[in-house]
């Protein structure tokens, strides 16, 4: 009988990781945000995990392919807890990142990068719940100034 096998209408959470980049500046930290063609949006890079992909090995892969940075690991942030476009609940895993060395390259995830401070940050990402995630990481670096 169809829906009698075991896991049958239940829906598997998206396991998903990424990064928060971030370089002290003038006025405080400033911030990396990717803008996704697809989605019209701005956030932060991030992508789902393969199965037997570790999330924080996730989020170094993610950032990579849609930064072209490549980032020294810190601390981890509160991961953001949503239903995505398809109605199936998602978790993102992020971790506060700084850039070491890499160049952005427009691909076919994202077109564009833009360091913007933390208000002009919270102005542009296009969902609330990366915005929690900016205040973690504002709370995590304090002033973020040179």
Not at 38 to 48: A, M, N, Q, V
Not at 101 to 128: H, I, K, M, Q
């Amino acid at each position: 009988m169809q829906g009698d096998e075991p896991g049958a209408g239940v829906t598997r959470t998206v396991r998903a990781a990424g990064g928060v980049i971030w370089r002290p500046g003038s006025e405080g930290p400033e911030v990396l945000l990717v803008h996704r063609p697809r989605y019209d949006d701005w956030s932060f890079p991030k992508g789902k995990c393969a199965d037997e992909e570790a999330d924080v090995a996730c989020a170094h892969r993610e950032v990579g392919e849609e930064t072209g940075l490549r980032c020294r690991l810190g601390a981890e942030l509160p991961a953001a807890r949503y239903v995505d476009s398809k109605g199936r609940p998602k978790v993102v895993r992020y971790w506060e990142m700084t850039p070491t060395d890499g160049e952005f390259t427009p691909n076919r995830e994202v077109d564009e990068v833009r360091w913007l401070g933390v208000a002009g940050a919270r102005a542009a990402l296009s969902y609330d719940h990366d915005r929690e995630v900016l205040d973690a990481l504002v709370r995590l670096v304090g002033d973020g100034r040179r």
